[in-house]
């Protein structure tokens, strides 16, 4: 008997929001302050993509 992960659920909404945006929007939920979101981009290398949908941003690295 095999084991798999159900494939993950993702909202149409969060396809819409940008690179930048969806850290913004988890991070108010937890009370992150916004002017982090930088911080956590620069590292991952999604800096430069900040304001490119996340949905386009995440299809190229497939």
């Given amino acids: 008997m095999s084991c798999r992960a159900a494939p993950a659920r993702v ?3 969060l ?3 940008t690179a930048r945006e969806r850290p913004e929007t988890f991070g108010a939920r937890y009370g992150t302050d916004p002017s982090r979101v930088d911080e956590i981009l620069e590292p991952v290398g999604l800096a ?3 304001g ?4 386009k941003v995440f299809r190229r690295e497939r």
């Fill in 11 to 13: 909202s149409p909404f």
């Fill in 15 to 17: 396809g819409k929001l």
């Fill in 48 to 50: 430069d993509t900040a």
């Fill in 52 to 55: 490119t949908p996340a949905a």
